[in-house]
């Protein structure tokens, strides 16, 4: 596959009218891997679950503060990096929506909807500051 | 882009939802919907997700919310007509544990008490 090996980074400012650009973006980019539809729209979801946390979370909806999006190709494979310009907030403290006392609170599963359907995430801090969330996502043969 | 239409069977509210239920959108449009709804003392709300063609987080988060509001008021709020997509989102956060869920109109308006 020609595009495996490349990046692809976009940097947006933290408004969510630019959700869709990225939407569109991570499609196209999991079609050229050869996600399959139903995997590939998980893996969009969480992209965007996690770019609407550093827009809402990371950097307060500050339209000077940008959001980083990169993607890295792999043959079967993409790791996905989205950084904000935040303080930095500790993953093990966020309540769990499945625990019944949270069961119907309206916020807090965007971080469980992403665990759920990437392979692996972790959270690491830019040395020039700011929050990256690294998902990565394997690409499992078409049947 | 997102949209509703409503209808009404009886004493039930139907509100066919349209488009993307997602954050700053389609959430801020359906709350404020329910609120009056509600706020005209119509409790029996019945949700059509069968054209919702997204949903993320905050979608989910705001269904959460709309059943909240309504039975915080003794109303009762349904669903029809999920898409797998939400129904998948739902049962991994263990909502199809708290919402009633139709996929026969009939069926759904003959449930509400």
Known sequence: MKAAGNTIELSIGSSFEFLELVSSITINILQMIGFDDDTAQWVE???RESVINAIKHGNK???SKPVDVKFVIGEKEVNVFVR???EGFDPSQLPDPLDPENLLNPNGRGIFYMRTFMDEIEYLQHP????IVRMKKMC???E | MFSIDQRTSGDVTILDLHGKITIGEGSVQL???VRKLLDEGKKKLLLNLGDVSYVDSSGIGELVSCFTTTSNKGGQLKLLNLTKKIQDLL???KLLTVFEVYDDEAAALQSFK
């Open chain 1, 45 to 47: 979801l969480s992209v």
């Open chain 1, 61 to 63: 909806e500050d339209p």
């Open chain 1, 84 to 86: 904000d310009r935040g």
């Open chain 1, 128 to 131: 020039e500051g700011g929050t």
């Open chain 1, 140 to 142: 499992k043969a078409k």
């Open chain 2, 31 to 33: 709350r404020e919907t």
């Open chain 2, 91 to 93: 049962m991994i956060t």
